[in-house]
């Protein structure tokens, strides 16, 4: 298991940015693909992005492609989700999570570890 701390979350208005950290403890943070999820009140923890362990695949769910951007810097142990063109909508409590699974997954069954959440409130 990987101890993970998300930062970075806040309040922004409608069209603004932010960006996400999410730094991880252990010596073999490469050997994990990461993923961004995100859960609003009331419903279903969802699927935002996920990262290889080298970082040369990535993986975003519909709604946030062109938006946001998902990277890692294994050298700091800290995986990013940058977001532009915020929505309202996108306003949620963000996750990152890790697994060690061959493949890239969306499913967050097939996450092991996670962190406590930062809180992203987008303002209309």
């Known amino acids: 298991q990987v101890q993970l701390v998300e930062s970075g979350g806040g309040l922004v208005q409608a069209g603004g940015s932010l960006r996400l950290s999410c730094a991880a403890s252990?010596?073999?943070?490469?050997?994990?693909?990461m993923g961004w999820f995100r859960q609003a009140p009331g419903k279903d923890r969802e699927f935002v992005a996920t990262?290889?362990?080298?970082?040369?695949?990535?993986y975003y769910t519909d709604s946030v492609k062109g938006r946001f951007s998902i990277s890692r810097d294994n050298a700091k142990n800290t995986v990013y989700l940058q977001m532009n063109s915020l929505k309202p909508e996108d306003t949620a409590v963000y996750y990152c999570?890790?697994?060690?699974?061959?493949?890239?997954?969306?499913?967050?069954?097939?996450?092991?570890?996670w962190g406590q959440g930062t809180q992203v409130t987008v303002s209309s």
């Open positions: 999570a890790a697994h060690r699974r061959v493949r890239l997954t969306t499913l967050p069954r097939d996450f092991g570890s």
């Open positions: 252990g010596r073999t943070f490469s050997s994990y693909a």
């Open positions: 990262i290889s362990g080298s970082g040369g695949m990535t």
